[in-house]
C-alpha cells in the first residue's frame, strides 16, 4: 500500500514536472512523445468539437489534452500539425472473426491491415476458425507489443456451438486459456446454455452469443446474457415455431428458415410499406423487452444489404472497388453460385429484401428504446463478402440512413464499446479521447460529426501510440505484387 502511494506521487511529480517544464524533463520517461497541435478535436464524450487543441501521447497513452496555446508540446515531442484537421477515437469492429489464413497467401493483403488503414483500432472476434482458437492469443499479444501490424484484438474462444458435451469444462478451460468471453450459439439446448450461463457468471465471465432457438428472447433475458451478436437475432422472435422440437445442430436453422418462409411467403405480396405496418407492432413489442435491459446489441446491418447485392446485382458487387480484397477462392465460389447465401437464398431471393426491411425496424425501435448498440460487420470470414476494414464505413452509413445522426453512429463504435469492454475485461481506457486511455486515435481531413463519411479521409491513424500517416496507410493497403501479406 505504501509502495503504491509512493509511485503515485512519483509519478504524480513526473507529471506535473512534465507539463510545467515543456522539453526539461526528459530523463522522466523513457517513452517517446507525440503532440497534435492545432487540431478540431471531437472527445466522443459528448456532441462537442473543440478548436485548437493540443493532445500529448506517451507511449500507449493520451497524458495531456488542452488548448493549444496553453499546453505547449515539449521539445522533443514529434508533432503532428492538425491544423483544419480532425481528430476523433479510432473506431471498433465489435463484431468480427479471426481465421487462421489472415496473414497467409488467402487475402491479397492482411485484415488486420485493412482494419488499420480504415481508421479501425480495436476489433473483437466473435469465435475464431479452428479447433482451440490459440493463435488469437498469439497474434493479440504481438500487436500489443508491436511485432505484428494491427488493431488492438479482443476475443472469445472457439464458439459453443450446440451440442456441446461439456459446457462447464468448456467455460472454465476457455476463462484458464485467456480468452476474454464466451459466445453462445443459436444450437444449444436449453440444460447446454443455462449449464454455460451459471458457470461464465460463477467465474465472472462475459457472455454474448446468438439467441438459441430453444431458449428464445425471453430465456437470454431472464438468464443475463451480457449481449446479443445481431439485430437480425431479433428476426427468429417473428417466426413462429416449436421451441422443443428434437432437432440437433444446423438442422434447426432448416427447420425455421422453412418455419419463417412458410410464415412470411404471403407477406412477400404486400408491398414494402404494408409490410413495414403489418410487423410493426411486434417488431415493437420484441424491441421493448431489451428496454433498460443493459443488453447491448451488435449492429451487422451491412451484411444484409450485401446479401441482396450478391443475390441481384452479383456483377455490380464484384465491381466495387473494395471488394478487390476478397480472397480469391470467394469471388471463384461466387462466380460459381456456391457461394453461402446464395445457396441459402437459392429459390426464396425474393426474401432477401423483406428481411432487411425488417432488420432495419428492428434498428430504429432498438434505438428508440436506448438499447445500447454496437458497430459490428460480421466480417472476416472470407466466406459472406464482407471486406474487413471498408465495410465498417458502410455500416455507420447505413446507421445515418436509418435515423441515427453521425455522432450516434459513430458512438457506437467509439463511446459505447467502453462500457462493453469495461465489463468484459476491466479496462476502462477505451472509447473516447480522455487522459489515460489509450491513444486510439484517428486525424479525418474534415468534420466526422458532419458526415460519417468524412472518417473515410484519412491524413493518419494512430493504434496504440503508434502513428501510420496517409503514405503508410496507403502502402499498407496496395495491391501491387510488392505488397507481400502480412509482414
Ligand atoms: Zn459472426
Known amino acids: 500500500m505504501r509502495e503504491g502511494k509512493i509511485l503515485f506521487f512519483v509519478q504524480l511529480m513526473a507529471l506535473i514536472a512534465l507539463f510545467l517544464q515543456p522539453g526539461a524533463v526528459g530523463w522522466a520517461r523513457a517513452e517517446p512523445l507525440t503532440a497534435f497541435v492545432h487540431v478540431n478535436l471531437v472527445p466522443m464524450t459528448k456532441e462537442v468539437v473543440l478548436q485548437n487543441q493540443t493532445v500529448l501521447i506517451q507511449g500507449e497513452r493520451i497524458v495531456a489534452i488542452g488548448p493549444s496555446d496553453r499546453i505547449a508540446a515539449p521539445a522533443d515531442a514529434r508533432i503532428i500539425e492538425g491544423t483544419d484537421a480532425f481528430l476523433m477515437p479510432g473506431l471498433a469492429d465489435m463484431h468480427m472473426h479471426i481465421r487462421a489464413d489472415w496473414p497467409g497467401s488467402s487475402w491479397p493483403v492482411s485484415p488486420f491491415r485493412l482494419y488499420l488503414a480504415n481508421g479501425v483500432t480495436t476489433i473483437r472476434c466473435f469465435g475464431p476458425s479452428g479447433k482451440t482458437g490459440k493463435y488469437v492469443l498469439k497474434w493479440r499479444d504481438e500487436i500489443q507489443s508491436g511485432k505484428r501490424i494491427g488493431p488492438q484484438i479482443y476475443t472469445c474462444g472457439p464458439i459453443l456451438r450446440g451440442p456441446v ?100 411467403r404471403p407477406l412477400i405480396e404486400l ?27 451488435c449492429t451487422t446491418l451491412f451484411l444484409d444489404e450485401v446479401i441482396i447485392q450478391k443475390l441481384f446485382h452479383l456483377q455490380a458487387f464484384l465491381k466495387k472497388p473494395q471488394n478487390r480484397y476478397l480472397p480469391q477462392w470467394y469471388i471463384e465460389r461466387l462466380r460459381q453460385g456456391k457461394e453461402k447465401h446464395q445457396q441459402q437464398f437459392a429459390g426464396g431471393e425474393e426474401f432477401a429484401p423483406y428481411k432487411y426491411l425488417i432488420d432495419k425496424g428492428f434498428l430504429k425501435e432498438l434505438k428508440k428504446n436506448h438499447v445500447v448498440l454496437l458497430l459490428a460487420t460480421d466480417a472476416g470470414t472470407g466466406a459472406m463478402g464482407l471486406v474487413p476494414g471498408f465495410s465498417i464505413h458502410d455500416e455507420l ?41 489509450r491513444a486510439d ?47
Open 165 to 264: 458435451r461439456h459446457p462447464e469444462r468448456v467455460v472454465i478451460k476457455q476463462k484458464y486459456q485467456g480468452f476474454d468471453f464466451i459466445k453462445l450459439y443459436s444450437y444449444l439446448s436449453p440444460g447446454e446454455y443455462h449449464e454455460a450461463m451459471n458457470t461464465a457468471r460463477k467465474l465472472k465471465r462475459y457472455t454474448a452469443g446468438h439467441i438459441p432457438f430453444q431458449v428464445g428472447l425471453d430465456g437470454v433475458i431472464t438468464a443475463g446474457m451480457d449481449e446479443i451478436a445481431h439485430v437480425e437475432e431479433l428476426f427468429w422472435e417473428l417466426v413462429d415455431f416449436d421451441r422443443h422440437k428434437n432437432l440437433t445442430g444446423a438442422a434447426w436453422l432448416t427447420y425455421v428458415i422453412e418455419k419463417s418462409s412458410e410464415q412470411f
Open 271 to 297: 408491398d414494402m410499406a404494408e409490410l413495414e405496418s403489418r410487423l410493426r407492432p411486434s417488431v415493437e413489442s420484441t424491441a421493448a423487452k431489451l428496454k433498460d435491459r443493459q443488453i447491448p446489441v
Open 397 to 437: 452509413r447505413i446507421l445515418v440512413e436509418n435515423g441515427f445522426t453521425p455522432y450516434e453512429a459513430i458512438a457506437t463504435g467509439t463511446k459505447n464499446i467502453a462500457p462493453v469492454i469495461q465489463k468484459m475485461t476491466g479496462q476502462a481506457t477505451l472509447g473516447t479521447i480522455e487522459v489515460g486511455h
Open 441 to 487: 486515435l484517428l486525424l479525418v481531413e474534415r468534420n466526422p460529426l458532419e458526415d460519417v463519411a468524412h472518417i473515410r479521409k484519412l491524413r493518419g491513424v494512430m493504434a496504440a501510440g503508434r502513428w501510420y500517416d496517409k503514405q503508410s496507410l496507403q502502402q499498407m493497403t496496395a495491391l501491387d505484387s510488392s505488397a507481400a501479406p502480412d509482414r
